[in-house]
């Protein structure tokens, strides 16, 4: 193992395992997979608000049936205003479209392209080589949605202006 390796007054940090990959390129794959799992902590969070036992519900379920249970769980809400539904259902709605992108990145395998190693996915429609710019990007659309997400959550648990109380 490589380690820490002194380039000058900054150091670099090498990719020290022996499977071969660039280290910018691991630690893309890494924040990407952690901001995701803060989505879907921020969904599942939201789920709890909207229905007590969510949290225990959605523990054994994948990423992509927890958001289908939220999505239900906010359609058969009463107490929603026609506002908070509609944000709530986007929420949902953003979140299952990042859950198949997720996807995608995580189920995809290790190649050589153009003398990189890359994810790259196939599928019967086509295929696609993950870059660490590809990845760092979707990372940026998970944030966006934890955030927008999160927004949600304290409009909802700490001032009550999405559950009818406007």
Known sequence: MTGIVATGETSAIENPWRIPAEHPYLAALGSAAYIFTYLEWQIISLGELLEPGFVYTSAKKTAGDIG??????????????????????????????????????????PATIEGQQRLHYWSRTGSYTWSEKNILDLAARFEAAAIDGNRVYYALAH???LAGHE
């Open 159 to 161: 001032r009550n202006t």
């Open 68 to 109: 289908k249970a939220f999505l239900r769980i906010v359609q058969k809400n009463p107490s929603l205003t026609t506002s908070a539904r509609q944000q709530l259902e986007f929420v949902a709605n953003v979140f299952r479209d990042l859950v198949i992108l997720r996807n995608r990145l995580l189920h995809a395998k």
